[in-house]
């Protein structure tokens, strides 16, 4: 039985389980968590944020209040746009996907960045630097770009609320962007990133109502192929 029949079988046994409208109530956490940074910005790194030593000491629940932190702390407003944006590509993903597969995607890139913290946390030994490292999921967060992207890579987005760009070409801008920073960004940040866009390659590999856009991705390519052949 292949991945894709086996993930069809797991969530028709627990789809019951999962989370409706988790997009909103996780957008509701980051605003909650923005209010956070502007009253006590000291509060989520001391007692929210995903840190392994403090996780292996016992304090468990920053295993999900990791997520308080917003998808991105700059400006008030750009904040807020931030949030907004991520809601919206995250609630066309769960009402496209269904509750339950956006549960398994969300949760599973975060713990899919918390266990390889927590594994190499022990590898490294306590009071290592990733050990006690706060995780920040900004790239986690932005994953869900790259699916939105594959999902639907013709959608569009209004650049500076003027210009139409498409989905599937900011992706490519937004690959080069993290590639950029891959190669230049230290050695934490590459960790990051590659988690991030394995989340992303982890889902679709089994997720088989989605193998359609693997294939059709696919047959894109050899159609470039035969068309640049023909010239």
Same mark, same amino acid.
């Given at each position: 039985?292949?991945?894709?029949?086996?993930?069809?079988?797991?969530?028709?046994?627990?789809?019951?389980?999962?989370?409706?409208?988790?997009?909103?109530?996780?957008?509701?956490?980051?605003?909650?968590?923005?209010?956070?940074?502007?009253?006590?910005?000291?509060?989520?790194?001391?007692?929210?944020?995903?840190?392994?030593?403090?996780?292996?000491?016992?304090?468990?629940?920053?295993?999900?209040?990791?997520?308080?932190?917003?998808?991105?702390?700059?400006?008030?407003?750009?904040?807020?746009?931030?949030?907004?944006?991520?809601?919206?590509?995250?609630?066309?993903?769960?009402?496209?996907?269904?509750?339950?597969?956006?549960? !398994?995607? =969300?949760?599973? @890139?975060? &713990? $899919?960045?918390?266990? /390889? %913290?927590? #594994?190499?946390?022990?590898?490294?030994?306590?009071?290592?630097?990733?050990?006690?490292?706060?995780?920040?999921?900004?790239?986690?967060?932005?994953?869900?770009?790259?699916?939105?992207? !594959?999902? =639907?890579?013709? @959608?569009? &987005? $209004?650049?500076?609320? /003027? %210009?139409? #760009?498409?989905?599937?070409?900011?992706?490519?801008?937004?690959?080069?962007?993290?590639?950029?920073?891959?190669?230049?960004?230290?050695?934490?940040?590459?960790?990051?990133?590659?988690?991030?866009?394995?989340?992303?390659?982890?889902?679709?590999?089994?997720?088989?109502?989605?193998?359609?856009?693997?294939?059709?991705?696919?047959?894109?390519?050899?159609?470039?192929?035969?068309?640049?052949?023909?010239?």
């Amino acid at each position: 039985m292949d991945l894709g029949s086996r993930y069809s079988r797991f969530r028709g046994k627990y789809q019951k389980y999962a989370i409706h409208d988790l997009a909103l109530y996780v957008s509701i956490i980051f605003a909650v968590g923005l209010l956070i940074q502007l009253v006590n910005p000291g509060f989520y790194f001391e007692s929210l944020a995903f840190i392994p030593q403090r996780v292996m000491s016992g304090e468990i629940w920053r295993i999900l209040t990791a997520i308080f932190y917003p998808p991105s702390m700059g400006d008030f407003f750009w904040t807020i746009l931030a949030i907004m944006v991520w809601y919206s590509m995250s609630r066309s993903l769960q009402a496209w996907w269904g509750d339950f597969d956006f549960n !398994i995607y =969300f949760f599973g @890139s975060l &713990f $899919l960045n918390e266990i /390889v %913290l927590l #594994v190499l946390s022990l590898i490294m030994g306590r009071g290592s630097v990733i050990s006690v490292l706060p995780f920040l999921p900004t790239y986690m967060y932005f994953s869900v770009f790259m699916a939105y992207a !594959i999902t =639907f890579p013709e @959608s569009q &987005f $209004l650049i500076m609320f /003027v %210009l139409p #760009v498409k989905a599937k070409h900011l992706a490519v801008v937004e690959v080069a962007i993290y590639l950029y920073e891959f190669l230049r960004g230290a050695w934490i940040v590459k960790l990051y990133i590659f988690l991030a866009f394995a989340g992303v390659i982890i889902y679709f590999m089994i997720q088989d109502r989605n193998n359609h856009i693997i294939s059709n991705w696919k047959w894109k390519l050899k159609q470039w192929q035969r068309r640049r052949n023909f010239r």
